[in-house]
């Protein structure tokens, strides 16, 4: 179905160390999985099978882990989120958790996507230290391809309040370190969550996976038509092209297995752009 919509990415998601929960791992020994990367991995091929280039992101896992899927995977991510953590949200995503998580992505050679998560109440210079954070990661392992500047929407049922919007001129400052502290690092800010992003369309590199599916993370926030998307990007000088999951900057034998090369280089031959 996906692949009759158009898609080429399957984004592969899951919450903190699922077969923690003692019903996963029920729900995985009764289908005959040894345990919970098994099972992503059988997907993931399946994914590939249909010709889909598989996107995991799991949160925080080990270096063996990590590996261990890797073969599978064409590219992985985790949001930092932010540096600081609050008691009150999520205190299974404890940052320094997500950085150990992210330096074992690095030193296992993997394509990674990463961000952090504004306008929950943070301060300006919480989320640029959280921005520096990912920066000094990815000069020790290179394997950042694009960062999220990721506006916070609470969904129904969600426990915690958004706070302030940052301004357009915060935007600006965040946008602008990171091109100093991580040049050649995509910025994504994906369209469905942040009202004003035409206004920021001349600085972006990207706006994300628009899909012709719902966001399953924030079901009440629509992607527009990509065709609208494409007028905006004319109307600043920009041509909105497609791209995979996996940035030209990591397609190569450093990054990829022999699979998943051959995979991504007979794409962009057929797709130029």
Partial sequence: ??????????????????????????????????????FANQVADRCAEAGLFPHGNFGRMTEA?????????????????????????????TSRGRVAGMEAAGRAKIPFT????????????????????????????????EILIQRYVPNPGSRWPAGL??????YREMIERWRDWAPGVAIQIPPNLEPRWPELLPWLDDLGGISWAKDEVNPTRRWDTVETYAAWCRRTGRELVERLPVY???????????????KVEKFQAEVPG
Avoid at 67 to 86: A, K, T
Avoid at 116 to 122: A, F, K, Q
């Fill in 114 to 145: 990463s961000g952090i998560l504004i306008g929950w109440g943070e301060s300006q210079a919480s989320r640029l230290e959280s921005l520096r954070t990912l920066a000094e990661l990815h000069g020790r392992h290179g394997h950042l391809q």
């Fill in 1 to 38: 179905e996906a692949v009759s919509g158009g898609a080429r990415e399957a984004l592969l998601i899951s919450g903190e160390r699922p077969d923690s929960l003692p019903h996963i791992r029920e729900a995985l020994a009764r289908r005959g999985y040894g345990d919970f990367w098994d």
């Fill in 165 to 170: 919007a940052p301004t357009l001129a915060e």
């Fill in 65 to 93: 882990e990590l590996r261990r899927v890797r073969p599978h995977f064409v590219s992985m991510g985790m949001m930092l989120e932010s540096v600081h953590d609050h008691p009150g949200v999520a205190p299974e995503k």
């Fill in 248 to 262: 030209e900057s990591h397609v190569s034998s450093e990054w990829l297995s022999d699979d998943w090369l051959e």
